[in-house]
């Protein structure tokens, strides 16, 4: 029997793992969870990929066979730089980080995303169906969409970026790519006007219709399942699947450290989650107070957390208040029409007793690099670093920590080398960017222009 999948607002049809993958969003505006956790196996495997697909089969089984999905998991890890995939590096007695960034984008999100790319084409061929992914990016998740489906013959993607917005090195990693299916975007407008972009081509019926449209956004179940993974590993590495580990997770969407709470909920003994922000504080204060509030993003050196609304956070919103998908609605459309929502004391109290959260701004977070690549010879990226600075206040004396490592600091180079006077060295697969020539359209911010460059570029 397959596992069945329900929607966080309760009212969609439920669905079984292939067409939650594909639907991304439920019909009824809300997000696809398991109807139960399946219980973690006690295999300890050798390798990340055996791991990867004893954790995630229970997931798909009944609708992908083991050895399709097994071999989908090898190929979307081979595309890493090292064995291990997600390495452990020592910071001192009790703090390790997980790097998670050796992937071919150099951050976290090409774990899930090499997989879901695999996923999707799968599944496409099975239906002899094809696709057309559309995306908007404000600097690192369009590259790691392309990387995902540069080799499929069912999937096009065209991203939009904001033109002279995103770091060179973003830039650069989304228009040197030379796949004939994968177009890379330079809009004349701010990433919001390309978000708003993407929303009204999803919102043109016809035009959503003739091309097929699809996303692979951070909402998609698929992409939290990839990440349940390397929390058992790091557990695994450390000799710790029956003791408790601490995880400290530099957050935007929540995406990441609610894979570690669904970790958590398979039997995976977690000590407690702690969510790290930037001055974007919203998680971190919803935590500490109960409530939250909205304010104005503000532009940070660890731009991929710049984010007010955690779209993840419904998914243990609802966990919270006991499964109703009504009550959930109604949290999250007074959140989204007055700025502000409350917990019940009960369900804060719930919510304290697995998490736990920081703030760490601009100013520290260099000071950290700094005194990281003083301590350790090391040298991490800003993201990291939020990371990092949370789990050193919030520790407790003998606790176990992994901070989880989210990008490679050749990506974000100008911080790094302010915070520590070192250029960080791209890594070998890379090295060369500087000299790749660039594709890119550059087109302005108006909706039927840019429809008609999808509708020109999408293959038959
Ligand atoms: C996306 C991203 C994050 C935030 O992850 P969420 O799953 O959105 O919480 C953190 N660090 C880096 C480098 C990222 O790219």
């Given at each position: ?80 730089g090292v064995p291990e995939v997600c390495p452990l590096v ?341 090295a060369d960017l500087f000299d790749r020539p660039e594709r ?21």
């Amino acid at each position: 029997m397959a596992l069945s999948y329900r929607s966080t607002r309760g009212t969609a049809a439920p669905l079984e793992f292939p067409d939650v993958l594909l639907a991304g969003l439920a019909t009824d505006g809300g997000l696809y969870l398991p109807d139960t956790w399946p219980t973690l196996s006690s295999a300890t495997p050798d390798t990340y990929v055996e791991l990867a697909a004893e954790v995630m089969f229970p997931f798909v089984e009944g609708t992908i066979t083991r050895s399709d999905f097994d071999s989908m998991i090898v190929d979307a890890y081979s595309t890493f730089g090292v064995p291990e995939v997600c390495p452990l590096v020592q910071l001192d007695e009790h703090h390790h980080l997980l790097e998670l960034f050796h992937g071919p984008t150099l951050a976290f999100k090409d774990i899930a995303l090499q997989l879901v790319g695999r996923l999707f084409d799968h599944e496409l061929t099975r239906r002899d169906a094809r696709v057309m992914i559309v995306g908007a990016t404000s600097g690192d998740t369009g590259s790691a969409a392309m990387e995902a489906v540069r080799s499929s013959d069912r999937a096009d993607i065209v991203v939009l970026y904001p033109a002279g917005r995103t770091s060179e090195v973003q830039r650069r990693q989304m228009t040197t790519l030379t796949d004939v299916n994968v177009h890379a975007v330079a809009l004349d407008g701010t990433f919001d006007d390309c978000q708003d972009l993407v929303k009204a081509m999803f919102a043109d019926e016809v035009f959503r219709s003739r091309n097929r449209l699809s996303a692979v956004n951070s909402i998609n179940w698929a992409r939290v399942m990839a990440q349940i993974v390397y929390y058992v590993w790091a557990a695994q590495l450390l000799g710790r699947r029956a003791t408790p580990t601490t995880f400290c997770v530099p957050t935007g969407n929540f995406g990441n450290v609610f894979a570690g709470h669904v970790a958590n909920s398979m039997g995976l003994p977690v000590g407690r989650l702690m969510v790290a922000s930037n001055s974007n504080d919203i998680l971190s204060r919803l935590i500490e107070t109960g409530e939250m509030v909205a304010s104005e993003v503000v532009p940070t050196l660890s731009p991929s957390m710049d984010i007010q609304i955690s779209s993840n956070l419904e998914r243990l919103l609802v966990e919270l208040l006991d499964g109703n998908g009504a009550a959930t609605a109604e949290f999250l459309t007074t959140f989204r029409s007055t700025g502000r929502a409350a917990l019940t004391a009960d369900q804060h109290l719930r919510l304290r007793a697995d998490f736990t959260g920081d703030r760490i701004d601009d100013a520290r977070t260099l000071e950290i690099m700094a005194e990281v690549h003083e301590t350790h010879g090391l040298l991490v990226d800003p993201h990291t670093a939020v990371g990092i600075g949370v789990a050193q206040r919030l520790r407790r004396p003998g606790e176990t920590i992994v901070s989880l490592a989210t990008a490679h600091p050749a990506k974000f180079p100008d911080a790094v080398s302010k915070a520590t006077g070192v250029e960080p060295e791209l890594p070998g697969h890379l090295a060369d960017l500087f000299d790749r020539p660039e594709r890119f359209e550059s087109l302005p911010d108006d909706l039927t222009t840019v429809e008609d460059y999808v509708d020109s570029v999408r293959r038959s």
